[in-house]
């Protein structure tokens, strides 16, 4: 199964700046996601993020939140812009790796102050 | 209302005990995945299935997905402090290949 390298594991930060996360594959694949886990709730996705083409958003996130880069089939990026306290959460990203379900990074835990 | 119901919230045990965790759906489940996480880290890839009736074995760990595909359960024979942590089930409920909707997770304290 792949194995996923998720940058930084945690931070800190002020209101209204931002922050990028990074996740890198040990493998090629087509599409990477990108969830959100705020304090005691479940895991929901954000975007889905194919390479040379713009991230798929769902419903309750925008672009210019949540901005997406799939720049190849091994890395992506997802920023989280002009943050504020209701943005602290665990984010998470993740490729599905066939039999062995879907793989997910180690996550990044926010915290907005 | 949350699409996927998982239950209880929390858990606590002597270790030796077996546990039950269980997961359910009221739309049939293309796909069931369960996943162990520890307070503030990823996710950790457990077990996936897909067909009515399947049932899973790894370790002490076993899960089943039921005829009807709308529930699962995911029982812990001879519980140990190593399997404490937070179990979530993710399911892909709408046929979509890709878009897994998650419970809220169980959390199982396993007291030695």
């Known amino acids: 199964s792949a194995v996923i390298s998720q940058k930084p594991s945690r931070d800190i930060c002020q209101r209204g700046t931002s922050l990028t996360i990074q996740c890198q594959v040990d493998?090629?694949?087509?599409?990477m996601f990108w969830y959100r886990q705020q304090p005691g709730q479940s895991l929901t996705l954000i975007a889905t993020a194919n390479q040379g083409s713009e991230a798929t958003y769902e419903s309750g996130f925008v672009i210019d939140k949540f901005p997406i880069s799939r720049p190849n089939l091994t890395f992506s990026t997802l920023t989280v812009s002009n943050m504020s306290p209701e943005d602290s959460s665990i984010y998470l990203c993740s490729v599905d790796t066939g039999n062995y379900g879907y793989t997910f990074g180690s996550g990044t835990r926010l915290t907005v102050v | 209302s949350q699409e996927l119901e998982q239950s209880p919230q929390s858990l606590i045990v002597q270790e030796g005990k077996n546990l039950t965790i269980n997961c359910t759906s009221s739309k049939t489940l293309y796909g069931l995945y369960w996943y162990k996480q520890k307070y503030g880290e990823g996710l950790i890839f457990l077990m996936m299935?897909?067909?009515?009736?399947e049932e899973k074995s790894h370790e002490k760990i076993t899960a089943k997905l039921d005829e009807k595909k709308q529930q699962s359960s995911l029982h812990i024979t001879a519980s140990q402090p190593s399997h404490a942590g937070i179990y979530l089930c993710g399911a892909d409920i709408k046929g979509s290949n890709y878009k897994l909707t998650f419970g809220k997770g169980t959390l199982l304290t396993v007291n030695p």
């Open positions: 299935l897909q067909k009515g009736g």
């Open positions: 493998s090629q694949v087509t599409m």
